[in-house]
C-alpha cells in the first residue's frame, strides 16, 4: 500500500512540474521578429506596418522561423492610445516563447487616431498572414495554425479588439488590458461577439477605470467571459517600459513587475485553453490555482454548451455554495449559481445581523458564478453572506480568522 501512494504522489508530481506556470517562458527558448508591411487593397491600399514576433531556431532578427513546435495560433496586438507598439515587445516575446505568433500594428499612434481603422488592422494582418502561409515562397509557410486566431491589446487597443472581434467572426478569442471604450461603441460591439472574451483592469486605474470602462464591458459580453481587477494595480503597468499614460495615471501599489507577471499569467492561460484547447490551463485561467490567487478579484461566466463530451450546463436551480477556504484570511471565494436571468444581490452581514455590504447588486444572466469579498478590513469573526433573488433566498456562514 505504501508504494502505491508513492506511485499515486510520483505522478501527481510529474503532472504539477510538466505544466509551466504560464507567467514563466514558454518553451521556446528563441523568439525571432521581423517589421512586416502589410498592404490592404479594400481600403486604397492601405499600408499597416506591423511588428512580428515568433518562435525562432536562434535570436534575432530575421531568424528562421522553429517549425518543430508545428502550425502556430496567430494573435494580432493593439497598442494604447499614442503608444508605440515597441512598448509591449515584452509581451509579444513572452506569447511567442509559448508558440504563439503575434502581429502588432504600428499604426492609428497619433493624437486623432480611427478606432474602426485600426480594428480593421487588427482584422486584415491575422486575415493576410493566413494568405501568407499558403504562399510556398513565403518565410511563414506551413507556419501558421489559419483555424486558431486571438487578438488583445492595451487602452484603445484593448477596446478596438473588440470592434475587430465582432467584425470578424473567425477570430476565436479576444483578451484586454484596461479596455477603453471607443467610437463607435466597443460596448455595443462585444454584444455581437459569441467568442471567449477576458478583462483585465488595475484596481488604481484612473483613465480606464474597472467602474467606468471594464464592468460596462463584462456585462455587455456574452459568456465565457472573464473579468480580473487587480488589486493596486493601474493603466499604464500593463507595458513593462514607461509612456505618456504613465504621467496622467494614478499610481499604483504593486511593482510595475508585480503586474506584468500577473497579465502574463492571465493572457497565457486565456489563448492556451482557447486557441490550444490546452485544459491544463483552467486551472490557472478560473479553476482552484485562480480562485485562490489574492492578487485579483475575479468573476467569470460559463457558457452553456450542448453537443461535446465536456458539457458546462446551465443551472437547473438556483444555488449558493458554501465560500472558500473557510476559515478564511482574509480573502475568501463565494460561488453561486442562477438558472435565468435575475436581479442578484450578494450581501455580506456581521454576526448580529448588520449589514456590511453588498458585493453584488448587479442584472445576471443563467450561469454559474463567483466573486471574492476581500474582509481585510474587518476584525475576526462569524459573518454570514446571503444570496438574493425574486426567486430565492438563501444564507450561509463563514469564518474570518485573522
Excluded at 474602426?116 to 504562399?135: C, T
Excluded at 484596461?178 to 460591439?189: L, V
Excluded at 511593482?255 to 485544459?279: A, M
Aim: some cysteine; hydrophobic content about 35%.
Amino acid at each position: 500500500m505504501k508504494y502505491i501512494f508513492i506511485i499515486i504522489f510520483l505522478i501527481f508530481a510529474l503532472e504539477t512540474k510538466a505544466t509551466t506556470v504560464p507567467s514563466d517562458s514558454g518553451s521556446f527558448q528563441y523568439v525571432g521578429n521581423q517589421t512586416i508591411t502589410f498592404i490592404d487593397q479594400s481600403r486604397n491600399n492601405r499600408s499597416i506596418q506591423s511588428l512580428v514576433y515568433y518562435p525562432a531556431v536562434s535570436e534575432g532578427t530575421g531568424t528562421q522561423i522553429n517549425l518543430t513546435g508545428g502550425k502556430y495560433p496567430i494573435i494580432s496586438f493593439g497598442h494604447g492610445f499614442t503608444i508605440n507598439p515597441n512598448i509591449y515587445i515584452h509581451l509579444y516575446r513572452h506569447l511567442a516563447s509559448w508558440g504563439y505568433i503575434v502581429i502588432a500594428p504600428a499604426t492609428e499612434t497619433g493624437f486623432f487616431p480611427s478606432h474602426l481603422e485600426f480594428a480593421l488592422d487588427l482584422v486584415f494582418v491575422l486575415k493576410d498572414m493566413k494568405r501568407k502561409s499558403r504562399l510556398p515562397a513565403d518565410f511563414f509557410y506551413n507556419a501558421v495554425d489559419t483555424f486558431n486566431t486571438g487578438i488583445f491589446g492595451h487602452s484603445m487597443g484593448g477596446g478596438c479588439s473588440f470592434l475587430a472581434g465582432s467584425l470578424d467572426t473567425t477570430v476565436r478569442a479576444i483578451s484586454s488590458l484596461a479596455a477603453a471604450i471607443t467610437n463607435p461603441s466597443s460596448i455595443t460591439a462585444i454584444q455581437q461577439i459569441q467568442k471567449p472574451v477576458q478583462l483585465l483592469s488595475g484596481q488604481r486605474d484612473s483613465i480606464a477605470s474597472y467602474w467606468t470602462h471594464q464592468l460596462p464591458h463584462y456585462n455587455s459580453a456574452n459568456p465565457f467571459k472573464q473579468i480580473l481587477n487587480i488589486k493596486g494595480g493601474n493603466h499604464s503597468y500593463f507595458h513593462l517600459l514607461p509612456a505618456l499614460d504613465d504621467l496622467v495615471d494614478n499610481s499604483a501599489t504593486i511593482t510595475r513587475n508585480e503586474q506584468q507577471r500577473l497579465t502574463r499569467r492571465y493572457i497565457t492561460s486565456f489563448f492556451n485553453v482557447f486557441l490550444k484547447n490546452d485544459t491544463n490551463y483552467r486551472n490557472y485561467l478560473f479553476g482552484s490555482i485562480a480562485q485562490s490567487d489574492t492578487s485579483v478579484i475575479m468573476q467569470y461566466q460559463l457558457p452553456f454548451v450542448t453537443g461535446s463530451e465536456n458539457k458546462i450546463y446551465k443551472p437547473y436551480n438556483f444555488e449558493l455554495k458554501q465560500n472558500y477556504p473557510n476559515p478564511f484570511n482574509p480573502i475568501t471565494t463565494i460561488s453561486f449559481s442562477i438558472p435565468k436571468s435575475s436581479i442578484v444581490k450578494i450581501i455580506i452581514y456581521s454576526i448580529l445581523g448588520e449589514e456590511i455590504m453588498k458585493i453584488i447588486n448587479q442584472k445576471m444572466e443563467a450561469g454559474h458564478y463567483l466573486t471574492k469579498w476581500d474582509a481585510s478590513e474587518y476584525p475576526s469573526g462569524i459573518y454570514f453572506y446571503r444570496l438574493e433573488t425574486s426567486d430565492f433566498t438563501d444564507t450561509r456562514r463563514m469564518i474570518l480568522i485573522k
